[in-house]
T-cell receptor, first 112, second 112 residues
Framework: DGGITQSPKYLFRKEGQNVTLSCEQNLNHDAMYWYRQDPGQGLRLIYYSQIVNDFQKGDIGEGYSVSREKKESFPLTVTSAQKNPTAFYLC???????????FGSGTRLTVV | QQQVKQSPQSLIVQKGGIPIINCAYENTAFDYFPWYQQFPGKGPALLIAIRPDVSEKKEGRFTISFNKSAKQFSLHIMDSQPGDSATYFCAASNFGNEKLTFGTGTRLTIIP
């Protein structure tokens, strides 16, 4: 079955540590996205990539980093510079020049 | 800058009633308006979408109404069921931009 796989589902991190969230898709989609979801704030765009080896910051990209070395993979690193990292993180993908997003099931990150 | 405003934040409706969720946008370049449905602990899933060349679109019990002059669009759920209880997000994008801008979400509860 085609889809987007996010792992792990739950992640705990100590303050001051970097952590990487995995996102893999087998939909042959060109574009991939990372969103952060907080209660009452909806979905906010962190980073996006429209093709391999190219990516741009979204509205709240500070304190995060990404890579896009393969079409199928778009990992997100939450760095120690991110002031409030506890949130639900969602990865999505789409065929370039189309509108439909497919989302993964999310990773809930908690800083302890 | 929030470009898509969604209301209400939460909504409780009796089974069989017609919940209505409203969204307003600012960017007149937007030309695609989807609604996503999200169950707890899951990623959002595309429910229905509309382009600005039509004023209404129906898919099953879900209807989008679109008012281009007012820059508003809304989701109506006919004959609502407890299984419709979820968080609903409106969103908007334009073809050149490709990124979706989401509203803040509406938590809908359908009571038996």
């Amino acid at each position: 079955d085609g889809g987007i796989t996010q792992s792990p589902k739950y992640l705990f991190r100590k303050e001051g540590q970097n952590v990487t969230l995995s996102c893999e898709q087998n939909l042959n989609h060109d574009a991939m996205y990372w969103y952060r979801q907080d209660p009452g704030q909806g979905l906010r765009l962190i980073y996006y990539s429209q093709i391999v080896n190219d990516f741009q910051k979204g509205d709240i990209g500070e304190g995060y980093s990404v890579s896009r070395e393969k079409k199928e993979s778009f990992p997100l690193t939450v760095t120690s510079a991110q002031k409030n990292p506890t949130a639900f993180y969602l990865c999505a993908s789409s065929i370039r020049r189309s509108y439909g997003y497919t989302f993964g099931s999310g990773t809930r990150l908690t800083v302890v | 800058q929030q470009q898509v405003k969604q209301s209400p934040q939460s909504l409780i409706v009796q089974k069989g009633g017609i919940p209505i969720i409203n969204c307003a946008y600012e960017n007149t370049a937007f030309d695609y308006f989807p609604w996503y449905q999200q169950f707890p602990g899951k990623g959002p899933a595309l429910l229905i979408a509309i382009r600005p060349d039509v004023s209404e679109k129906k898919e099953g019990r879900f209807t989008i109404s679109f008012n281009k002059s007012a820059k508003q669009f809304s989701l109506h759920i006919m004959d609502s069921q407890p299984g419709d209880s979820a968080t609903y997000f409106c969103a908007a994008s334009n073809f050149g931009n490709e990124k979706l801008t989401f509203g803040t979400g509406t938590r809908l509860t359908i009571i038996p």
